[in-house]
């Protein structure tokens, strides 16, 4: 885990042990603009400071004005902004929390953006009920017994078929987002066979008694 860019969005601050895990253990943790002041307020330090900084604080500018990254383009967002101010310096394997939360638009916009960022790199988004996991080809996913699991596609006319799952998808379009949601692992992983994509799957954290 420590070798990992752990991505910190503006969103809600996580809470859930796994995603302050991946914090705690960063290889280097890149601040989306305000998220710095939280990040700090938990004791932890950013390697650096990306965005726009409009909702950067004085203080939390002037104490690590060594490590501030401006952005100023308005055709991105934060999140993409530090995506892509980590992939030019070759940082390939990305973990983004506190991406959602706070703001429902901004929630769903951020899970959106994962489609884009798989296309060039390694990258997950770790919440705090799951972890949400893109894929451009077929894939197997680790899993177990009674873990709930739901499955968005981007693109409407992709074609999905899953072995593994209670409730199998047998070359089935998503037309909606909620298509292919609720659904459960009945072992310790499951396949998604399809062409196109990409697929974002969303996998529950297991439970304390799992």
């Known amino acids: 885990m420590s070798s990992k860019t752990v991505i910190l969005a ?10 302050l895990d991946y914090l705690r253990n960063a290889g280097r943790i890149i601040c989306c603009d305000g998220s710095a002041e939280a990040l700090v307020n938990a004791g932890l330090l950013p390697d650096a400071i990306v965005g726009d ?3 950067l604080k004085k203080t939390i500018a002037k104490q690590f004005s060594d490590r501030l990254f401006r952005d100023k383009s308005q055709e991105t967002n934060d999140l993409t902004k530090a995506v892509k101010w980590c992939a030019e310096r070759g940082y390939g394997e990305i973990v983004i929390v506190g991406a959602t939360g706070k703001r429902e638009d901004h929630t769903i916009g951020n899970i959106s953006l994962l489609a884009e960022y798989v296309k060039d790199m390694e990258v997950i988004m770790v919440t705090d009920t799951g972890i949400l996991l893109p894929f451009t080809t077929s894939c197997k996913v680790s899993s177990f017994p009674g873990q709930q699991v739901s499955v968005f596609s981007v693109d409407t006319e992709t074609e999905i078929t899953s072995k593994g799952l209670k409730y199998p998808l047998k070359k089935r379009k998503l037309k909606n987002w909620w298509t292919a949601t609720l659904n459960e692992a009945v072992g310790t992983s499951f396949t998604l066979e399809f062409n196109g994509g990409p697929v974002i799957v969303y996998l529950e954290f297991p439970g304390p008694d799992s």
């Open 10 to 19: 503006d969103g809600s601050f996580p809470s859930h042990e796994i995603p």
């Open 53 to 55: 900084l409009d909702s």
